[in-house]
């Protein structure tokens, strides 16, 4: 690669690291850890193909500084337990943006799918939800309790069993990107197909109303956590398939690391949702009003915590490092 086109690829990504640097007791950590992999694979790069190149003693002072910083913070501290929350998920959620709009993207056009299947078809249901699950759920529409499902198992063993399966399915869904983005991809289409599905077997019944506050009282965190296990799927995924200036195994170990603190993340979400599964959905006698709080918090408590927050963290980072 031509010096110039390295300078070129890469300058505004060592401009965004030269601000970490101006104010390094701000970043996590492991971003700290980040950028100095980074820049010293940079460096590598540079002492092998210009060695006598400014830019080479260029990245060797950025190195140097990153180093020097890091191995003056070796001490754990408490603190670091809440900046993982605070600030280092967000970061990171920042800078995998696109690929939870990807995840997004991709669960999305799945629902509608399911449900335009659904709706072209009238076994696609049972081939999708399994006949058990038909069958169930119309004989509790004939006895007025189409939610049973969620009332059928003691509350205790129920929040076990949902917690641990939906942590199960989104480190699924992250692992999956060991084997290329697209392999993630198919576990988010074979989610959102099922969604669609189901929320088109209500329509027919006419319960999408009572089945939507149902659902989607737990279902909102539930299934926004699998949308950014996927984006951390996808994280990892594109680091194996698009390595740009590094050697494939490095780029896959840095996104690897990445997807793996996004898909952590996501642990206490699924806590949460799987409490309001066992212990929440289940009353639907409760007042609409109270119900559809449910939703309507969940939803901006996701919105605003992976999407708002970071834009906001990103850019007073900037602002303090200007």
């Not at 190195?63 to 020097?68: A, D, F, G, T, V």
């Not at 399911?114 to 069958?135: H, K, M, Q, W």
């Amino acid at each position: 690669m031509k010096e110039a086109v390295f300078i070129r690829q890469n300058k505004e990504k060592w401009k965004g690291y030269e601000q970490v640097l101006q104010h390094p007791q701000n970043q996590s950590p492991d971003l700290l850890a980040d950028v100095y992999i980074d820049v010293t694979n940079d460096l590598s790069f540079a002492n092998t193909q210009y060695p006598q190149s400014k830019i080479t003693g260029y990245l060797n002072g950025l190195s140097s500084k990153l180093h020097q910083f890091i191995h003056r913070k070796k001490k754990v501290r408490f603190s670091r337990i809440i900046t993982f929350w605070t600030q280092e998920i967000p970061q990171i959620m920042y800078f995998s943006r696109k690929e939870l709009l990807y995840s997004f993207l991709i669960f999305a056009v799945c629902v509608i799918i399911g449900a335009f299947s659904a709706a072209n078809d009238e076994n696609f249901a049972r081939l999708i939800l399994g006949d058990n699950y038909i069958d169930m759920t119309l004989e509790n529409i004939n006895k007025n309790d189409p939610m049973a499902v969620y009332k059928n198992m003691n509350e205790e063993v129920m929040f076990l069993y949902i917690t641990q399966n939906n942590i199960r399915v989104s480190f699924y869904t992250f692992i999956t990107g060991i084997f290329t983005s697209l392999a993630t991809a198919f576990i988010l289409l074979r989610n959102g197909i099922m969604v669609g599905a189901i929320q088109y077997f209500f329509y027919e019944q006419g319960l999408l109303g009572e089945a939507a506050l149902s659902i989607w009282t737990h279902g909102t965190l539930e299934i926004s956590a699998i949308i950014v296990a996927g984006a951390a799927g996808i994280t990892m995924g594109n680091g194996w398939l698009f390595p740009k200036t590094y050697s494939r195994f490095e780029s896959f170990r840095q996104s690897a690391g990445r997807g793996v603190r996004i898909v952590l993340g996501t642990v206490p979400i699924f806590v949460i949702a799987g409490f309001f599964e066992s212990y929440i959905t289940r009353h639907t006698n409760f007042p609409f009003g109270l119900r559809i709080s449910f939703i309507i918090v969940s939803f901006c408590f996701v919105i605003m915590y992976y999407v708002v927050y970071p834009r906001i963290l990103a850019k007073r980072i900037k602002v303090n490092s200007e």
